[in-house]
C-alpha cells in the first residue's frame, strides 16, 4: 500500500502527518510566519518534506489563507496550493474541500470557499469514523473547533470561519497564542479591579507556563517567539504578565501573579464555553454524547468535559500508532486525519 502524507498549512504552523500502511509512522510541526514573508512557508514546507521522507500521496489542507500576507482569502488559496504543488513536487497531490472530499489543483477554483479553513473538518470526519455521537473540541495554539458528530455525521452547520463563529463552531482561543487581555478587559490584582493594558506584551503562552500547564522552553505547544524576545520561563512569563497590568513583577507576590494568570486562563475557557452553549443551544447534540479533545490544549477540553459530565475521549486513542506518536499526532489533528481518511 503507498505512503500518504497529510498536510495543515497554517499561518504559524506547517503541520504534517505521514501514514503507511494505514498506520502513522511519522509527525512533525514546523513554526512558520507567511505574513512576514511567503519564504518562511516554502521553508517550513521543505523541512518537513525532508523530514518525513518521500511518499507517493499527499493531501493537503489550509488556514493560511486567512494570513494578512494574501490580499484575500480566495487568492490565499490559490497561492498556497501552487507553493505547496511546487515544493512537495509530485504528481497525486490533492486539496481537501470540505464536503467536497479531495479536488485536484486544478478544481480549486470553483471550490475555493470549500478548501479554505477546512481542516477542522477532516479531523471531524476521522471522529466520525469512530464514534456516532460525539463533541469533537480541537484546542489548537490560536483557535479552538467545535463540531457535533450525530448519526456518525459531521453535523456542523458552518463552513467558513465567518459562519462557524456565529454558530458556536469556532473560537479565536487558543492554549498558546493570543492575546490574554482579548478575553478580558479588566481583572483583580492586588486586591482591587485593574483595566487591562491593551498592548502585545504578552501571550496566552505565558499564562499557561506560569500555571504549570505549559513546560519552560520550546515545545511543540509553543513554537512562537515570546512577546519581549526574553527566554521562555517562568520568571519571564510572569514579567510579561505583569505588564498587562502595568507593574513590574517584583511588585507583587508569585503566589498573586498565579492568581492574575488563573483568571485570564478562565476568561479564555469562558469564551469558548459560551460558544459551545451556543451550539448546544441548537439541541443538535445527546446530552451524553462524549467529548472528544485533539490540539496541544485537549487537556482543556477534558476538563471541559468534566464539568459538562461528558466523558471524555483522547484524540490520540482513536489514531493507530504507537502511543508515543499518537501524542504528537493528536496535537496535529488535521493532518493526521487527512493521512488516515485517504486510507481505503
Not at 518537513?48 to 511518499?55: I, N, T
Not at 493560511?64 to 504543488?85: H, K, M, N, Q
Not at 494568570?261 to 475557557?269: D, I, M, T, V
Request: charged share 20%; proline share 4%; glycine share 8%.
Amino acid at each position: 500500500m503507498a505512503a500518504v502524507i497529510g498536510w495543515d498549512i497554517g499561518g504559524a504552523h506547517i503541520k504534517a502527518a505521514r501514514a503507511d500502511d494505514g498506520r502513522l509512522t511519522a509527525v512533525v510541526q514546523i513554526a512558520c510566519a507567511p505574513h512576514e514573508s511567503v519564504a518562511s512557508l516554502e521553508q517550513a514546507l521543505r523541512d518537513a518534506r525532508v523530514a518525513l521522507g518521500a511518499a507517493e500521496r499527499h493531501r493537503v489542507t489550509m488556514t493560511a489563507e486567512l494570513s494578512d500576507a494574501f490580499e484575500s482569502r480566495a487568492r490565499g488559496v490559490v497561492t498556497i496550493a501552487a507553493i505547496a504543488a511546487h515544493e512537495i513536487g509530485v504528481p497525486d497531490i490533492l486539496f481537501y474541500a470540505g464536503e467536497h472530499g479531495f479536488i485536484s489543483r486544478d478544481g480549486i477554483g470553483p471550490h475555493v470557499e470549500a478548501v479554505a479553513s477546512a481542516n477542522w473538518r477532516a479531523s471531524a470526519e476521522l471522529v466520525a469514523r469512530h464514534c456516532a455521537e460525539a463533541l469533537f473540541i480541537d484546542i489548537g495554539s490560536t483557535t479552538t473547533d467545535i463540531a457535533p458528530i450525530c448519526a456518525g455525521r459531521v453535523a456542523a452547520l458552518g463552513a467558513s470561519d465567518a459562519e462557524r463563529l456565529a454558530y458556536g463552531e469556532l473560537a479565536y482561543a487558543g492554549f498558546s497564542r493570543g492575546a490574554p487581555q482579548a478575553y478580558a478587559a479588566r481583572a483583580p490584582v492586588a486586591g482591587g479591579w485593574t483595566p487591562l493594558v491593551n498592548e502585545a506584551f504578552a501571550s496566552m503562552a505565558d499564562v499557561r507556563r506560569v500555571l504549570g500547564d505549559l513546560p519552560e522552553g520550546e515545545t511543540d505547544a509553543d513554537l512562537s517567539p515570546t512577546a519581549d524576545g526574553r527566554p521562555k520561563t517562568v520568571a519571564a512569563s510572569r514579567a510579561r504578565l505583569a505588564r498587562l497590568a502595568g507593574r513590574d513583577a517584583a511588585e507583587l507576590s508569585d503566589a498573586q501573579w498565579r492568581a492574575f494568570a488563573q483568571y485570564l486562563a478562565r476568561a479564555q475557557l469562558r469564551a469558548i464555553e459560551d460558544q459551545m452553549a451556543l451550539l448546544q443551544s441548537r439541541d443538535a447534540l445527546a446530552f451524553d454524547a462524549p467529548m472528544v479533545g485533539a490540539g496541544v490544549g485537549r487537556k482543556l477540553a477534558a476538563r471541559l468535559a468534566q464539568s459538562q459530565g461528558r466523558t471524555f475521549v483522547d484524540f490520540a486513542d482513536l489514531i493507530a500508532a504507537p502511543p508515543a506518536l499518537a501524542e504528537r499526532a493528536a496535537n496535529c489533528a488535521p493532518a493526521s486525519a487527512l493521512a488516515l481518511l485517504d486510507m481505503p
